[in-house]
């Protein structure tokens, strides 16, 4: 026997029969049904069992005690509780668990009144949240062992399964059960077996959402036991429509096959449906083809699917799995499974434009919705509720886009990036997308996650990486980089509130506490700044606020000692540890943000005046903003970008504008005032600090801020295109733009030229303000440090190229009348024999003979240069 066999075969269908005999229930032989007829009608009543156990447990898989279903609305895939209807006469106490093990053990076959009675009083001593613990550390989990042997004997769908996975899913919720029943009694490996033979029990894939709710370093060790390789077979079998399903025959575990891997299970399942869709393309090559938004795919996806609960609980254990640590080697593991495209596919939204009768069109799919047109999505956000299959996916995707970036380029590849965009865009196309609370948080979350993916390398302050098509941005093709990531100003009232959240562990209007992670929030953060209408709009509007929530992570983690937290039972306000990579995003992005608070523009201040105690700095203690970003700067684990960010700002904190308080109704943006405050004991620890005095940076010249500049690469002396070479050949005046950088002011161009830069190599400490001053300087005609560039103003661009042109027509004329000089000089040399010394017969004066323009050629330095001497 192979190490797979098909469900369905006819050794099966004898066993099934035998097993019938055993009952009283026996069928001849020539009752048995064929294969196909035996798979269809198994297949259909393990359905119905599923459609009923859906309806019981309202989605939730959720009992109350009185049989009732009830909902807990958790949003965060964590631990969840079910409650069957208890028929058990008195309540039974903890110290009699032991003895229900031994019954339980003991029975010598599981549809008894002896393990029936065991399991139900069980289960009436795991409804009580004290006993769970205890329940799972008496004998050192010997209940937890003998539960999974006894599933192991137990009937498909049968009441003695259900209600062992009841037992075992209310003591798999307590933090302190996890690892003993994960890893001491082996249980992920054995309720991931059982899920991959019956994927239909989507209680299974309920436990193990409980399991991976759990911290970080049994997540590791739960991702090194090919969880993620049962999970996302489990997940591609569910996914099945009915017709595929008995087409496909998918591949099972045998009883004698305890030895093969899941990614060998999984692995075979790839191949043989890789040959199962090259079959059906090739026999039905133009069927369910949409390539522009597979509406109809997307719209029946999750009613098709042959086991939809399944589906849905596997995708909330991986959610789980993925969530973003120190470590990737989930999210990388995931890529390699081959899974990924199933899920975005979840995600991938349709639209359908109607145009009105006399436009002569009756349906187009656009992305713009035409005068008096109407549009309709299918697969719209506005259904995928906290508890949603589609809610789970879009999660799986976030905690991808923000890995690694090989993660992020294989996403790149799938097309994640017009998937995401799509979804991001939709809300706005809707005329009610305001009043819609679920459209807009998973059409943000799609924003965020598309931030992650185009916002994460190549720009300043991270590394660059090459793709197969060259750079991250080439891989950028459906719209450009800006169109992307800027934020519509709801959605940055959501980015102000979901960063105030996660970092005090709190819930807003339709997500738990522990949805969103600070870290992944301020990364998401860091890379939507990259885009500077983003940066602008913030420091216009919420600014202050904004910069406040920053600097209160940096102090966080330069000076707090909370540890991190993801139980539902989280205490309120409380703060969350960051580790350096989230620090090193809030540092970046606080100081991308001070550029605008020089004060260059009324009214407009970069710290509250708290973090700038006048007092403090005469004293020669330091300001607080100071002292906090020292302790930062002297953490041990700092990242090279943020100690970048945390000395630039240091160098320019003499010259940044502090005003305004906390308590200002206009500041808050709807943020808790306590949100804003640091602890009190951070701020017994910054009172005690001492900081040595710095010296301040460059001063910033006025003209750095607000005035757009152009830059161009100096070409080489005597390159160029066409008849014109030279330094005099400026692009300046080309329509395409070719060859000209536009920044929007002289600061922000030192972006390319500072930290991380490859163009210009720094022997000296980096002050950005300087460089930006030198920047400006150049522009202004000023012989000074250019980096070897050309630097205009744009508003002096027309200008200046009027006076180019005039310096290459006087260029030309010199050029041709120095032509004709030398010819004369030649010929006067041949008619005197080669003699040269004709040029002394006039005593020795050579009569020079330049070429005056009153105008005077222009430099791009602004001199009017007049005739050489």
């Given at each position: 026997m192979?190490?797979?066999k098909?469900?369905?075969?006819?050794?099966?269908?004898?066993?099934?029969?035998k097993?019938?005999?055993e009952?009283?229930?026996?069928?001849?032989?020539?009752?048995?049904p064929?294969?196909?007829?035996?798979t269809?009608?198994?297949?259909?009543?393990?359905?119905?069992?599923s459609k009923?156990?859906?309806?019981?447990?309202?989605?939730?898989?959720e009992?109350n005690?009185?049989?009732?279903?009830?909902?807990?609305?958790?949003?965060?895939?964590?631990?969840?509780?079910?409650?069957?209807?208890?028929n058990?006469?008195?309540?039974?106490?903890?110290?009699m668990?032991?003895?229900?093990?031994?019954?339980?053990?003991?029975?010598?076959?599981?549809?008894?009144?002896?393990?029936?009675?065991?399991?139900r009083?069980?289960?009436?001593?795991?409804?009580?949240?004290?006993?769970?613990?205890?329940?799972?550390?008496?004998?050192?989990?010997?209940?937890?062992?003998v539960?999974?042997?006894?599933?192991?004997?137990?009937?498909?769908?049968?009441?003695?399964?259900?209600?062992?996975?009841?037992?075992?899913?209310?003591?798999?919720?307590?933090?302190?059960?996890?690892?003993?029943?994960?890893?001491?009694?082996?249980?992920?490996?054995?309720?991931?077996?059982?899920?991959?033979e019956?994927?239909?029990?989507?209680?299974?894939?309920?436990?193990?959402?409980?399991?991976?709710?759990?911290?970080?370093?049994?997540?590791?060790?739960?991702?090194?036991?090919?969880?993620?390789?049962?999970?996302?077979?489990?997940?591609?079998?569910?996914?099945?429509?009915?017709?595929?399903?008995?087409?496909?025959?998918?591949?099972?575990?045998?009883?004698?096959?305890?030895?093969?891997s899941?990614?060998?299970?999984?692995?075979?399942?790839?191949?043989?449906?890789?040959?199962?869709?090259?079959?059906?393309?090739?026999?039905h090559?133009l069927?369910?083809?949409?390539?522009?938004?597979?509406?109809?795919?997307?719209?029946?996806?999750?009613?098709?699917?042959?086991?939809?609960?399944?589906?849905r609980?596997c995708l909330?254990a991986?959610?789980?799995?993925?969530?973003?640590?120190?470590?990737?080697?989930?999210?990388?593991?995931?890529?390699?499974?081959g899974?990924?495209?199933?899920i975005?596919?979840?995600?991938t939204?349709?639209?359908?434009?109607?145009?009105?009768p006399?436009?002569?069109?009756?349906?187009?799919?656009e992305?713009?919705?035409?005068?008096?047109?109407?549009?309709?999505v299918?697969?719209?956000?506005?259904?995928?509720?906290?508890?949603?299959?589609q809610?789970?996916?879009?999660?799986?995707?976030?905690?991808?886009?923000?890995?690694?970036?090989?993660?992020?380029?294989?996403?790149?590849?799938?097309?994640?990036?017009?998937?995401?965009?799509?979804?991001?865009?939709?809300?706005?196309?809707?005329?009610?997308?305001?009043?819609?609370?679920?459209?807009?948080?998973?059409?943000?979350?799609?924003?965020?996650?598309?931030?992650?993916?185009?916002?994460?390398?190549?720009h300043?302050?991270?590394?660059?990486?090459?793709?197969?098509?060259?750079?991250?941005?080439?891989?950028?093709?459906?719209?450009?980089?800006?169109?992307?990531?800027?934020?519509h100003?709801?959605e940055?009232?959501?980015?102000?509130?979901?960063?105030?959240?996660?970092?005090?562990?709190?819930?807003?209007?339709?997500?738990?506490?522990a949805?969103?992670?600070?870290?992944?929030?301020?990364?998401?953060?860091?890379?939507l700044?990259t885009?500077i209408?983003?940066?602008?709009?913030?420091?216009?509007?919420?600014?202050?606020v904004?910069?406040?929530?920053?600097?209160?992570?940096?102090?966080?983690?330069?000076l707090?000692?909370?540890?991190?937290?993801e139980?539902?039972?989280?205490?309120?306000?409380?703060?969350?540890?960051?580790d350096?990579d989230?620090?090193?995003?809030?540092?970046?992005?606080l100081?991308?943000?001070?550029?605008?608070g020089?004060?260059?523009?009324?009214?407009?201040f970069?710290?509250?005046?708290?973090?700038?105690?006048g007092?403090?700095?005469?004293?020669?203690?330091?300001?607080?903003?100071?002292?906090?970003?020292?302790?930062?700067?002297h953490?041990?684990?700092?990242?090279?970008?943020?100690?970048h960010?945390?000395?630039?700002?240091?160098?320019?904190?003499h010259?940044?504008?502090?005003?305004?308080?906390?308590?200002?109704?206009?500041?808050?943006?709807n943020?808790?005032?306590?949100?804003?405050?640091?602890?009190?004991?951070?701020?017994?620890?910054t009172?005690?600090?001492?900081?040595?005095?710095r010296?301040?940076?460059?001063?910033?010249r006025?003209?750095?801020?607000?005035?757009?500049?152009?830059r161009?690469?100096?070409?080489?002396?005597?390159?160029g295109?066409?008849k014109?070479?030279?330094?005099?050949?400026?692009p300046?005046?080309?329509?395409?733009?070719?060859?000209?950088?536009?920044?929007?002011?002289?600061?922000h161009?030192?972006?390319?030229?500072?930290?991380?830069?490859?163009k210009?190599?720094h022997?000296?400490?980096?002050?950005?303000?300087a460089?930006?001053?030198?920047?400006?300087?150049?522009?202004?005609?000023?012989?000074?440090?250019?980096?070897?560039?050309?630097?205009?103003?744009?508003?002096?661009?027309?200008?200046?190229?009027?006076?180019?042109?005039?310096?290459t027509?006087?260029?030309?004329?010199?050029?041709?009348?120095?032509?004709?000089?030398?010819?004369?000089?030649?010929?006067?040399?041949?008619?005197?024999?080669?003699?040269?010394?004709i040029?002394?017969?006039?005593?020795?004066?050579?009569?020079?003979?330049d070429?005056?323009?009153?105008?005077?050629p222009?430099?791009?330095?602004?001199?009017t240069?007049g005739?050489?001497?």
């Amino acid at each position: 026997m192979g190490i797979f066999k098909r469900r369905g075969s006819k050794s099966r269908g004898v066993e099934e029969a035998k097993e019938g005999e055993e009952e009283g229930n026996a069928s001849p032989p020539e009752a048995i049904p064929t294969r196909r007829e035996q798979t269809r009608n198994s297949t259909r009543a393990r359905r119905r069992r599923s459609k009923r156990r859906s309806r019981n447990n309202n989605n939730n898989g959720e009992l109350n005690a009185n049989g009732s279903s009830s909902s807990l609305n958790n949003n965060n895939g964590g631990s969840r509780s079910t409650t069957p209807i208890n028929n058990t006469p008195g309540p039974p106490t903890s110290d009699m668990v032991p003895s229900l093990v031994v019954e339980l053990e003991t029975s010598p076959n599981t549809h008894g009144e002896q393990p029936a009675r065991a399991l139900r009083m069980l289960f009436a001593l795991s409804e009580q949240q004290h006993n769970r613990t205890s329940m799972v550390s008496q004998q050192d989990g010997k209940l937890v062992q003998v539960l999974l042997e006894f599933l192991e004997r137990c009937d498909r769908g049968s009441s003695e399964q259900y209600l062992s996975l009841l037992v075992l899913n209310n003591i798999s919720i307590p933090a302190e059960n996890k690892r003993m029943i994960a890893l001491h009694c082996n249980g992920a490996q054995a309720l991931t077996k059982l899920l991959c033979e019956d994927p239909s029990c989507h209680l299974l894939a309920i436990i193990l959402v409980n399991l991976t709710f759990c911290e970080q370093d049994l997540r590791k060790e739960l991702v090194n036991l090919q969880l993620l390789e049962s999970l996302s077979y489990a997940l591609q079998v569910a996914s099945l429509k009915l017709e595929e399903y008995e087409a496909f025959s998918p591949l099972v575990l045998s009883s004698n096959d305890d030895n093969i891997s899941p990614k060998e299970l999984l692995q075979a399942f790839m191949v043989q449906q890789e040959q199962e869709t090259q079959l059906s393309m090739e026999q039905h090559p133009l069927e369910d083809l949409d390539s522009n938004t597979g509406t109809k795919t997307q719209q029946q996806q999750s009613q098709e699917q042959i086991y939809p609960e399944t589906a849905r609980w596997c995708l909330s254990a991986i959610k789980n799995l993925t969530r973003p640590t120190s470590s990737q080697q989930a999210c990388t593991t995931l890529m390699e499974t081959g899974v990924v495209p199933l899920i975005l596919k979840l995600i991938t939204v349709g639209v359908v434009v109607t145009a009105p009768p006399n436009d002569g069109q009756e349906e187009q799919k656009e992305d713009i919705l035409p005068r008096n047109g109407t549009r309709s999505v299918f697969n719209s956000p506005a259904k995928w509720d906290s508890n949603s299959m589609q809610d789970a996916a879009l999660f799986v995707v976030m905690n991808l886009a923000s890995s690694t970036s090989n993660v992020r380029e294989v996403m790149r590849e799938a097309h994640a990036v017009d998937i995401l965009s799509r979804l991001a865009n939709v809300w706005k196309q809707q005329q009610q997308a305001s009043k819609d609370d679920t459209m807009q948080l998973q059409c943000f979350k799609a924003r965020m996650a598309l931030a992650c993916l185009v916002g994460a390398e190549g720009h300043f302050g991270q590394g660059t990486t090459r793709t197969n098509r060259g750079s991250v941005a080439g891989s950028v093709h459906m719209m450009t980089q800006a169109d992307l990531l800027e934020l519509h100003p709801t959605e940055a009232s959501l980015l102000l509130e979901l960063l105030s959240n996660s970092m005090h562990g709190l819930a807003g209007s339709n997500y738990s506490a522990a949805t969103f992670s600070p870290k992944w929030v301020l990364f998401a953060l860091r890379c939507l700044l990259t885009n500077i209408p983003n940066q602008e709009y913030f420091s216009s509007n919420c600014g202050v606020v904004l910069n406040t929530l920053l600097i209160k992570a940096l102090a966080q983690y330069s000076l707090g000692t909370t540890t991190e937290t993801e139980e539902e039972e989280a205490p309120k306000r409380m703060t969350t540890t960051l580790d350096a990579d989230a620090a090193a995003h809030a540092a970046f992005s606080l100081y991308l943000q001070s550029n605008y608070g020089f004060g260059n523009k009324p009214n407009r201040f970069f710290l509250p005046a708290i973090y700038d105690n006048g007092e403090n700095r005469v004293a020669g203690t330091g300001s607080l903003a100071c002292k906090i970003l020292t302790s930062y700067i002297h953490s041990p684990d700092v990242t090279p970008a943020g100690r970048h960010a945390a000395d630039q700002l240091l160098l320019r904190l003499h010259y940044l504008q502090f005003g305004g308080t906390l308590d200002d109704s206009d500041n808050t943006n709807n943020i808790p005032l306590e949100c804003l405050q640091l602890d009190d004991s951070l701020v017994r620890m910054t009172d005690s600090m001492v900081v040595e005095k710095r010296t301040h940076g460059a001063r910033p010249r006025p003209d750095i801020f607000d005035r757009a500049i152009l830059r161009s690469r100096v070409p080489k002396k005597g390159g160029g295109s066409g008849k014109r070479g030279g330094t005099t050949n400026a692009p300046w005046g080309r329509n395409d733009g070719r060859g000209i950088a536009t920044y929007p002011s002289a600061l922000h161009a030192t972006q390319a030229l500072s930290f991380g830069s490859t163009k210009v190599r720094h022997l000296d400490a980096i002050d950005d303000v300087a460089i930006a001053n030198n920047i400006a300087n150049s522009a202004n005609g000023e012989k000074t440090e250019s980096y070897n560039y050309w630097w205009i103003w744009q508003d002096a661009k027309e200008e200046v190229q009027k006076h180019l042109d005039r310096q290459t027509s006087t260029d030309s004329k010199n050029s041709s009348a120095s032509k004709k000089k030398m010819t004369t000089k030649q010929q006067l040399t041949k008619d005197n024999g080669g003699d040269t010394s004709i040029h002394a017969a006039d005593g020795g004066r050579e009569i020079r003979h330049d070429v005056v323009d009153e105008d005077g050629p222009f430099t791009i330095f602004g001199f009017t240069c007049g005739p050489c001497n």
